[in-house]
C-alpha cells in the first residue's frame, strides 16, 4: 500500500499534486459552507468550529461602515490623486461618490476580516444573551448599511513613523490651540498644571486604545472597540459621540471664521428683507456660503492633502503671537491668577478639548507600516502640542492679560503685519478642514438611506447642505466660541478621550489586569466623570446667560 501511495506521487508530478491539492481545498470549503453551523461536525473535521449565522447576527462592523475611510482622509498625508480611488474603477466612474446603476457593495466585500466576529469569545455574543432591541438595532443598521463605498478610499496602510506623527499632531494641534491663553486667565496660572496632567493621561488612554486594538483581531477603529466591549450598544455609542463632537467642531468653524473676519472689517453689515444683519451674523452667513462649495467637491483627496497645512497654520499663528508681543515691543498686561476655583471647570473642558484626538487614534494605529512604534508616535504627537500649548498659554496671557479674548487673534493690534498673517490664517484654515470634518457626519448619514435609488450624489450634496445649514444656524444660535468650546472639551472630549477607552479596557481586558491598571483606569473614569460634569455645567450655565 505504501509503495502504491508513492507510485501515485511519481505519476501525478508536482503540478498535478499541486491541481489534487487545491481542488481538495475548494472541496473542504464547500463542505463547510454546506455544513455551516454543525458543530459535531466540524469537530470532527479538526477545523475550528463555526457559528451558526443563520440564528445569530454576525458580529460585524455594522453602521458606521464608513468610519475609517472618512477618517483616513481627515488626517491624511497621501499626496492628492493618489488613493482617493480604487485601482478597478472606471474613469466614467471615477469622479461620483455613488453610481446608481451599480449594485451596492460594502467595503466588506474586500476585506475579509471584516466579515469575522471582532471577538472570538461566542458565548458573550450569542442570540440567547441579546436582548430582542440589540437585534433589531443590529439588524436594522446592518441593513441600512449596505451602501456604495467603493468611491472612498481604501483604508491607509504602510504609513511611515514620519506620516503617522503629522497625522497625529495634526488632529491634536488645532483650533483648540486659540482659547489656551484665555483658558489660563479663567483657571489661573496653576492651571498650567492641569494642562500637562491632561496631556499625560490623554496620551495614556491613547496607549489604551492600542491595547485593545491588539487584543482580538479584526478591530481597526474606536466604533469596533466599542462593539468588540459592549456589543451593538457600545458601537453606537461611541460613534455618535465622535460625529456629535465633529459636527460642533463644524460649528466652531463657523464661529471663528465670523469673530475674525470681524475684526478685521468691523463696520460691516447688511439689510436683507427689512432686517438688519449684524457685523457677526453678516460674517457668519458669509463663511456657511465659502465653504458650502467645498463640501460639493465629488474629490476631496485635495482637501485633505491641503488639511495638513493645519499644522503649519497652528505654528505660523504661535511665532505671530510670540512676534507680537516680543518684536513689535506691545505693551505686556500680564495677569495676575494665581488659581481661580471658580472658573476653573472651564478651563479642564478647554484643556481636554486640546487633546482629545482618540477618535483617530485607531485608525493611525491600523494604518502604520511598523504597529509597534504607535506608542512613540503619541509620545512624539503630545510632546510637541503640549510644548505649543504651554507657550501660547504663558505668552498670551502675560502680553494680553485679564483682557484675552476666547481667540487671542482677536486681541492682536490690526495694524501690524503679524497680526494680519495671524488672522486671515486663522480665516483661512476652516476652510480646508470643514468639508472633510462634516465627510464623515453625512457618509453616516447617507449609510442610513434604506432605498438603493436614493444613495446618489444628488443626495450627497443634499445631505451635506443641510448640515452646513443647521451648523450655520447653531453658530446663529449659539455664537460664544470659548463657551462652545469648553462644552465640546468637558462633555464629549472627556468621554472620548478619558472615560470610553479606559471603560473599553476594563472589559475587553476583564480577569487580566493588574490591581495598579484597574485602580489607573477607574480613577480616570472618575476623573472624567467629575471634570465632565463640572465643566458641563459652567459651560451651560455661560451659554444661557449669553456668555463667549
Same mark, same amino acid.
Given at each position: 500500500?505504501?509503495?502504491?501511495?508513492?507510485?501515485?506521487?511519481?505519476?501525478?508530478?508536482?503540478?498535478? &499534486?499541486?491541481?489534487?491539492?487545491?481542488?481538495?481545498?475548494?472541496?473542504?470549503?464547500?463542505?463547510?459552507?454546506?455544513?455551516?453551523?454543525?458543530?459535531?461536525?466540524?469537530?470532527?473535521?479538526?477545523?475550528?468550529?463555526?457559528?451558526?449565522?443563520?440564528?445569530?447576527?454576525?458580529?460585524?462592523?455594522?453602521?458606521?461602515?464608513?468610519?475609517?475611510?472618512?477618517?483616513?482622509?481627515?488626517?491624511?498625508?497621501?499626496?492628492?490623486?493618489?488613493?482617493?480611488?480604487?485601482?478597478?474603477?472606471?474613469?466614467?466612474?471615477?469622479?461620483?461618490?455613488?453610481?446608481?446603476?451599480?449594485?451596492?457593495?460594502? =467595503?466588506?466585500?474586500?476585506?475579509?476580516?471584516?466579515?469575522?466576529?471582532?471577538?472570538?469569545?461566542?458565548?458573550?455574543?450569542?442570540?440567547?444573551?441579546?436582548?430582542?432591541?440589540?437585534?433589531?438595532?443590529?439588524?436594522? *443598521?446592518?441593513?441600512?448599511?449596505?451602501?456604495?463605498?467603493?468611491?472612498?478610499?481604501?483604508?491607509?496602510?504602510?504609513?511611515?513613523?514620519?506620516?503617522?506623527?503629522?497625522?497625529?499632531?495634526?488632529? *491634536?494641534?488645532?483650533?483648540?490651540? *486659540?482659547?489656551?491663553?484665555?483658558?489660563?486667565?479663567?483657571?489661573?496660572?496653576?492651571?498650567?498644571?492641569?494642562?500637562?496632567?491632561?496631556?499625560?493621561?490623554?496620551?495614556?488612554?491613547?496607549?489604551?486604545?492600542?491595547?485593545?486594538?491588539?487584543?482580538?483581531?479584526?478591530?481597526?477603529?474606536?466604533?469596533?472597540?466599542?462593539?468588540?466591549?459592549?456589543?451593538?450598544?457600545?458601537?453606537?455609542?461611541?460613534?455618535?459621540?465622535?460625529?456629535?463632537?465633529?459636527?460642533?467642531?463644524?460649528?466652531?468653524?463657523?464661529?471663528?471664521?465670523?469673530?475674525?473676519?470681524?475684526?478685521?472689517?468691523?463696520?460691516?453689515?447688511?439689510?436683507?428683507?427689512?432686517?438688519?444683519?449684524?457685523?457677526?451674523?453678516?460674517?457668519?452667513?458669509?463663511?456657511?456660503?465659502?465653504?458650502?462649495?467645498?463640501?460639493?467637491?465629488?474629490?476631496?483627496?485635495?482637501?485633505?492633502?491641503?488639511?495638513?497645512?493645519?499644522?503649519?497654520?497652528?505654528?505660523?499663528?504661535? *511665532?505671530?503671537?510670540?512676534?507680537?508681543?516680543?518684536?513689535?515691543?506691545?505693551?505686556?498686561?500680564?495677569?495676575?491668577?494665581?488659581?481661580?476655583?471658580?472658573?476653573?471647570?472651564?478651563?479642564?473642558?478647554? =484643556?481636554?478639548?486640546?487633546?482629545?484626538?482618540?477618535?483617530?487614534?485607531?485608525?493611525? =494605529?491600523?494604518?502604520?507600516? &511598523?504597529?509597534?512604534?504607535?506608542?512613540?508616535?503619541? =509620545?512624539?504627537?503630545?510632546?510637541?502640542?503640549?510644548?505649543?500649548?504651554?507657550?501660547?498659554?504663558?505668552?498670551?496671557?502675560?502680553?494680553?492679560?485679564?483682557?484675552?479674548?476666547?481667540?487671542?487673534?482677536?486681541?492682536?493690534?490690526?495694524?501690524?503685519?503679524?497680526?494680519?498673517?495671524?488672522?486671515?490664517?486663522?480665516?483661512?484654515?476652516? #476652510?480646508?478642514?470643514?468639508?472633510?470634518?462634516?465627510?464623515?457626519?453625512?457618509?453616516?448619514?447617507?449609510?442610513?438611506?434604506?432605498?438603493?435609488?436614493?444613495?446618489?450624489?444628488?443626495?450627497?450634496?443634499?445631505?451635506?447642505?443641510?448640515?452646513?445649514?443647521?451648523?450655520?444656524?447653531?453658530?446663529?444660535?449659539?455664537?460664544?466660541?470659548?463657551?462652545?468650546?469648553? #462644552?465640546?472639551?468637558?462633555?464629549?472630549?472627556?468621554?472620548?478621550?478619558?472615560?470610553?477607552?479606559?471603560?473599553?479596557?476594563?472589559?475587553?481586558?476583564?480577569?487580566?489586569?493588574?490591581?495598579?491598571?484597574?485602580?489607573?483606569?477607574?480613577?480616570?473614569?472618575?476623573?472624567?466623570?467629575?471634570?465632565?460634569?463640572?465643566?458641563?455645567?459652567?459651560?451651560?450655565?455661560?451659554?444661557?446667560?449669553? &456668555?463667549?
Amino acid at each position: 500500500m505504501r509503495g502504491g501511495e508513492m507510485k501515485l506521487d511519481e505519476d501525478l508530478g508536482p503540478d498535478r &499534486e499541486d491541481d489534487f491539492q487545491t481542488d481538495d481545498e475548494e472541496n473542504q470549503a464547500h463542505r463547510l459552507f454546506e455544513h455551516l453551523g454543525d458543530d459535531s461536525e466540524s469537530e470532527n473535521n479538526n477545523s475550528p468550529p463555526s457559528r451558526n449565522f443563520s440564528n445569530e447576527p454576525p458580529i460585524s462592523p455594522s453602521w458606521p461602515q464608513s468610519y475609517r475611510q472618512s477618517m483616513d482622509m481627515l488626517t491624511s498625508v497621501t499626496p492628492p490623486g493618489v488613493t482617493f480611488l480604487r485601482k478597478n474603477l472606471s474613469k466614467e466612474r471615477s469622479d461620483s461618490f455613488y453610481s446608481p446603476i451599480r449594485k451596492p457593495q460594502t =467595503y466588506q466585500d474586500d476585506d475579509p476580516s471584516l466579515i469575522k466576529p471582532l471577538v472570538s469569545e461566542p458565548s458573550s455574543f450569542k442570540e440567547e444573551e441579546q436582548p430582542n432591541i440589540k437585534l433589531a438595532a443590529q439588524s436594522f *443598521l446592518s441593513s441600512c448599511s449596505r451602501f456604495s463605498t467603493l468611491e472612498l478610499p481604501p483604508p491607509k496602510e504602510g504609513c511611515s513613523f514620519a506620516q503617522s506623527v503629522i497625522n497625529g499632531t495634526n488632529m *491634536l494641534c488645532g483650533i483648540g490651540i *486659540l482659547t489656551i491663553p484665555y483658558a489660563v486667565k479663567e483657571g489661573g496660572w496653576l492651571s498650567l498644571t492641569i494642562l500637562v496632567i491632561f496631556s499625560v493621561i490623554c496620551c495614556y488612554t491613547g496607549i489604551l486604545l492600542r491595547r485593545c486594538l491588539e487584543s482580538y483581531p479584526g478591530l481597526k477603529t474606536f466604533p469596533d472597540i466599542g462593539q468588540a466591549a459592549f456589543g451593538i450598544v457600545g458601537r453606537l455609542c461611541i460613534a455618535i459621540t465622535l460625529y456629535m463632537e465633529l459636527y460642533a467642531s463644524c460649528v466652531e468653524y463657523i464661529i471663528l471664521m465670523s469673530d475674525n473676519l470681524s475684526s478685521l472689517f468691523p463696520n460691516t453689515h447688511m439689510r436683507f428683507g427689512g432686517v438688519d444683519i449684524g457685523t457677526r451674523e453678516t460674517f457668519a452667513i458669509t463663511a456657511a456660503i465659502l465653504v458650502l462649495p467645498t463640501v460639493w467637491l465629488k474629490n476631496l483627496s485635495l482637501l485633505s492633502y491641503v488639511s495638513v497645512g493645519g499644522i503649519v497654520s497652528s505654528i505660523l499663528v504661535t *511665532l505671530c503671537l510670540f512676534w507680537v508681543g516680543m518684536i513689535d515691543q506691545v505693551e505686556f498686561k500680564p495677569g495676575a491668577k494665581v488659581l481661580d476655583m471658580t472658573n476653573l471647570s472651564v478651563s479642564l473642558g478647554l =484643556y481636554s478639548y486640546g487633546f482629545a484626538g482618540h477618535a483617530v487614534f485607531p485608525n493611525i =494605529y491600523s494604518s502604520m507600516k &511598523e504597529p509597534k512604534r504607535f506608542q512613540s508616535v503619541l =509620545y512624539v504627537s503630545f510632546a510637541f502640542c503640549l510644548i505649543m500649548y504651554v507657550g501660547v498659554g504663558a505668552i498670551g496671557y502675560l502680553t494680553f492679560g485679564d483682557a484675552v479674548e476666547s481667540q487671542f487673534t482677536l486681541n492682536m493690534p490690526k495694524d501690524l503685519h503679524a497680526s494680519k498673517i495671524a488672522t486671515w490664517t486663522t480665516v483661512v484654515t476652516p #476652510l480646508t478642514k470643514y468639508a472633510l470634518t462634516i465627510l464623515p457626519i453625512s457618509l453616516s448619514i447617507e449609510e442610513l438611506i434604506p432605498f438603493p435609488e436614493l444613495r446618489c450624489h444628488a443626495m450627497s450634496v443634499l445631505v451635506r447642505s443641510v448640515l452646513v445649514i443647521s451648523s450655520l444656524l447653531v453658530a446663529l444660535c449659539v455664537p460664544y466660541f470659548g463657551s462652545l468650546m469648553a #462644552l465640546i472639551g468637558s462633555f464629549m472630549s472627556m468621554l472620548v478621550a478619558l472615560i470610553y477607552p479606559c471603560t473599553c479596557y476594563l472589559k475587553l481586558q476583564s480577569g487580566r489586569l493588574s490591581k495598579a491598571e484597574r485602580t489607573n483606569c477607574i480613577l480616570i473614569i472618575i476623573v472624567g466623570v467629575v471634570s465632565g460634569t463640572a465643566g458641563t455645567y459652567s459651560a451651560m450655565s455661560r451659554i444661557i446667560g449669553g &456668555e463667549g
